[in-house]
């Protein structure tokens, strides 16, 4: 005779009536069935099971500040390395819109900020501020890691040739919905509704700010999505490496990862063609200084400022890395637009640029889009300090 629990629990799996199940045909068979009880108590408890991992599967959601590490660091310290990242990220971009302007090779400035970086970890490994751990098979993980930051700069030049710069702008500012889609469908990660609608004005501000001539080829646009989702991924690896599984400090995997970026920088550049050597050659050497009387000689500013610009590089990496382990890689990506809107604000006033009232308009909706995140994850963050604190109350 058939398990009625047992027929209604497969009925209810398979969404069938349970007057349809094997088992009560096979009863009805002139063959006198004796149902085995150890099978039928594993077929069970794979049927339950099963049904656990599905209602996990579907509804199971987890906060994504508990997944990124971000949910351990206080709002103060958040804040402050929010403003130092603003700081050596707006002072750097500034100085390379200077220097790019004399020396027009991005992969070749990519690989001497590599240069300096390891340089830099180098000198503090060699004092007792980068220690380096064994990492075993976790090797090819860190290869692919490096090739990712250099393929993300590959494809982002890429397609800046082949779309304008005001679409590629719009187009990268989406960075945080695919960061959001990566938490989403990789850890089940979700974020409260106040953090999604302050999103909008972000992207669209964005868009509104760099309003301008739109174009792009097919082609164009695809290879501009395919950055804006590197991006995201790239930031996204670099706080997981940083708060799960190898757990690096920031210190060590800027150590490791320059190591790497520099070669491959360097390749990125001869494919480019920028390793033309008679034509870099001509590049420099239209902006040395040359005596009559001696041989050509590099002006000492010019070594000062290429000295300045690998120093603030390195500095820029170390509280790029170190922020994005305390503050998530969402809040990365809206600094990310929220500097992009400060960089052009700060180019009006420099250079003296023209500004529409469009741009002023997105500028405004990036601005008050930003503070809306920051305000609604900080009181986020508070409230479950909050409530944590409020139960060890209750405990003792």
């Not at 108590?41 to 971000?70: P, Y």
């Not at 609608?197 to 972000?202: A, N």
């Not at 082609?219 to 930031?235: D, N, R």
């Amino acid at each position: 005779m058939a398990h009625p629990q047992l027929a209604h629990s497969v009925a209810s799996e398979l969404n069938c009536s349970p007057t349809t199940t094997p088992f009560q045909t096979r009863a009805a068979s002139p063959v006198h069935y004796v149902p085995d009880h150890q099978s039928r108590f594993e077929a069970e408890a794979a049927i339950d099971s099963m049904r656990f991992f599905l209602q996990n599967r579907v509804t199971k959601k987890v906060d994504v500040s508990s997944v990124d590490g971000s949910a351990t660091v206080s709002n103060t310290a958040k804040s402050q390395a929010l403003a130092l990242y603003f700081v050596f990220n707006l002072g750097l971009t500034l100085f390379n819109k200077v220097a790019m302007n004399k020396f027009p090779y991005p992969y070749l400035m990519t690989a001497y900020h590599g240069l300096a970086s390891f340089i830099g970890t180098s000198v503090l490994k060699s004092r007792g501020f980068v220690t380096i751990n064994q990492i075993g098979g976790s090797r090819v993980m860190l290869y692919g890691f490096s090739f990712l930051y250099t393929i993300n700069i590959a494809v982002s030049n890429a397609s800046l040739a082949m779309v304008t710069v005001p679409y590629h702008q719009v187009v990268r500012a989406t960075t945080p919905v695919f960061t959001i889609l990566i938490y989403r469908v990789f850890f089940r990660g979700t974020y409260s509704c106040a953090v999604y609608w302050s999103l909008v004005p972000v992207v669209i501000g964005v868009g509104l700010a760099t309003y301008g001539d739109y174009y792009a080829s097919t082609a164009g646009l695809l290879l501009t999505i395919l950055g804006a989702f590197l991006a995201a991924l790239k930031t996204v690896a670099t706080n997981r490496l940083q708060t799960a599984g190898l757990h690096f400090s920031a210190l060590e995997l800027l150590y490791r990862m320059s190591f790497l970026a520099v070669p491959q920088a360097l390749v990125m550049s001869w494919l480019a063609g920028e390793m033309n050597i008679p034509k870099v050659s001509w590049s420099i050497a239209k902006r040395i200084a040359v005596d009559e009387m001696t041989a050509p000689t590099i002006p000492s500013g010019q070594v000062g400022c290429l000295i300045l610009n690998g120093m603030m590089a390195f500095g820029l990496n170390i509280v790029s890395f170190t922020t994005n382990k305390k503050v998530g890689a969402l809040t990365m990506t809206v600094a990310a637009n929220v500097k992009q809107i400060m960089t052009i604000v700060l180019s009006q006033i420099v250079w003296h640029l023209h500004m529409g009232v469009v741009n002023a308009i997105g500028i405004a909706l990036t601005l008050t889009g930003g503070a809306l995140y920051a305000y609604f994850s900080m009181r986020k963050a508070f409230n479950s300090a909050k409530r944590a604190k409020d139960m060890e109350k209750a405990d003792d």
